[in-house]
């Protein structure tokens, strides 16, 4: 329902600059692991997180540079309970800092079977010391909107002093799977004030399959907020869009943000590289912009494509055009 390389042999090449040019897909930086993060950090390291196959858990690497994630041991920070509304899929974890405490957002919902296992709310977990790896991570708590429904995709981002978190909802009353909103947040579980919806699906190809907008990312470059987002189901259809707001306007004034006509990124039958999205951004170990992703390598999927894993982490370095938007080209 939901959809949900790197400097050295293998992986290293994408992160090449003709890496756009290729005619065939570069190894991916780490297989399997759907909805990626890298997050880099001020003490040094690179912080990986994704959606395993299986769905059952919140896992967490750790290098000195982005090649490196590719081979670092993987903690487990948290598995899902046998029983209660945490019990069933575990998706797209993303870590943060806020207020010197380490926390994890993520999508959960119940076991058992049948429609009630899509009751997907986002949820939170909390380490209680300053290393992510070594510490002991416990659940904080359901992050609270004005309606009780299909949620997932939290991302969290400061801009202009103001702490901001965007996500995926499903609202009643209107006919999609999930929309984006935004808000300043009060706690890392609530709100300072009433969302903001940003987009709706409704272009040709953000419904092609389902009618899905998720997996927001904030990018703050070149006097602008650019916010990438993925959209379609989770098949070679899945893309990536973008909306673009001023840095110095009213971020929580939907009339703000402009929405681009056509996918900024897209699958690549040149290179053999499908369905990507769910980015996140970083830089890598000289300052420049990487794109972070998943993708396919294959076309054509046996069943539902929520539960076919290969989904793998990719990078690659982005540009921009002589007006400072991002230029992602296609995937490498």
Same mark, same amino acid.
């Given at each position: 329902?939901?959809?949900?390389?790197?400097?050295?042999?293998?992986?290293?090449?994408?992160?090449?600059?003709?890496?756009?040019?290729?005619?065939?897909?570069? %190894?991916?930086?780490?297989?399997?692991?759907? &909805?990626? !993060?890298?997050?880099?950090?001020?003490?040094?390291?690179?912080?990986?997180?994704?959606?395993?196959?299986?769905? &059952?858990?919140?896992?967490?690497?750790?290098?000195? $540079?982005?090649?490196?994630?590719?081979?670092?041991?993987?903690?487990?920070?948290?598995?899902?309970?046998?029983?209660?509304?945490?019990?069933?899929?575990?998706?797209?974890?993303?870590?943060?800092?806020?207020?010197?405490?380490?926390? *994890?957002?993520?999508?959960?919902?119940?076991?058992?079977?049948?429609?009630?296992?899509?009751?997907?709310?986002?949820?939170?977990?909390?380490?209680?010391?300053?290393?992510?790896?070594?510490?002991?991570?416990?659940?904080?708590?359901?992050?609270? /909107?004005?309606?009780?429904?299909?949620?997932?995709?939290?991302?969290?981002?400061?801009?202009?002093? /103001?702490?901001?978190?965007?996500?995926?909802?499903?609202?009643?009353?209107? +006919?999609?799977?999930?929309?984006?909103?935004?808000?300043?947040?009060?706690?890392?579980? $609530?709100?300072?004030?009433?969302?903001?919806?940003?987009?709706?699906?409704?272009?040709?190809?953000?419904? !092609?399959?389902?009618?899905?907008?998720?997996? =927001?990312?904030?990018?703050?470059?070149?006097?602008?907020?650019?916010?990438?987002?993925?959209?379609?189901? /989770?098949?070679?259809?899945?893309?990536?869009?973008?909306?673009?707001?001023?840095?110095?306007? +009213?971020?929580?004034?939907?009339?703000?943000?402009?929405?681009? !006509?056509? =996918?900024?990124?897209?699958?690549?039958?040149?290179?053999?590289?499908?369905?990507?999205?769910?980015?996140?951004? /970083?830089?890598?170990?000289?300052?420049?912009?990487?794109? *972070?992703?998943?993708?396919?390598?294959?076309?054509?999927? %046996?069943? +539902?494509?929520?539960?076919?894993?290969?989904?793998?982490?990719?990078? !690659?370095?982005?540009?921009? +055009?002589? &007006?400072?938007? =991002?230029?992602?080209?296609?995937?490498?």
């Amino acid at each position: 329902m939901i959809g949900r390389r790197l400097v050295l042999a293998g992986g290293a090449a994408a992160l090449a600059a003709p890496a756009l040019a290729r005619s065939r897909a570069a %190894a991916p930086l780490i297989r399997q692991r759907a &909805d990626p !993060q890298i997050f880099r950090h001020t003490d040094g390291f690179y912080y990986f997180t994704a959606s395993v196959p299986e769905y &059952d858990r919140v896992v967490l690497r750790r290098a000195r $540079t982005i090649a490196g994630l590719s081979t670092a041991a993987e903690t487990v920070l948290w598995r899902h309970p046998a029983t209660g509304p945490m019990s069933g899929f575990v998706w797209a974890p993303e870590l943060h800092r806020i207020d010197g405490r380490w926390i *994890v957002y993520f999508a959960a919902g119940p076991s058992g079977g049948g429609a009630d296992v899509f009751r997907i709310r986002t949820c939170a977990i909390a380490c209680d010391g300053r290393d992510p790896v070594a510490g002991r991570w416990s659940v904080l708590g359901q992050f609270r /909107t004005p309606w009780d429904s299909f949620t997932l995709d939290s991302t969290v981002f400061t801009h202009r002093g /103001t702490r901001y978190i965007c996500w995926a909802q499903r609202e009643p009353g209107i +006919d999609t799977n999930s929309n984006l909103y935004l808000a300043p947040m009060a706690t890392p579980l $609530t709100l300072a004030a009433r969302p903001a919806r940003l987009s709706v699906p409704t272009l040709d190809w953000e419904v !092609q399959g389902f009618r899905v907008n998720e997996g =927001p990312a904030p990018l703050i470059r070149h006097g602008r907020v650019f916010l990438t987002y993925s959209a379609s189901a /989770t098949d070679a259809r899945y893309c990536m869009g973008m909306l673009t707001a001023r840095d110095d306007a +009213d971020l929580m004034d939907p009339a703000s943000w402009s929405k681009s !006509q056509r =996918p900024v990124f897209r699958s690549s039958p040149a290179n053999g590289v499908w369905g990507p999205g769910h980015n996140s951004f /970083t830089v890598d170990e000289r300052g420049r912009d990487v794109l *972070v992703y998943h993708a396919r390598d294959y076309r054509e999927i %046996a069943g +539902d494509p929520l539960f076919d894993p290969n989904r793998h982490t990719r990078v !690659q370095r982005f540009g921009y +055009d002589e &007006d400072g938007v =991002p230029v992602f080209g296609e995937p490498a």
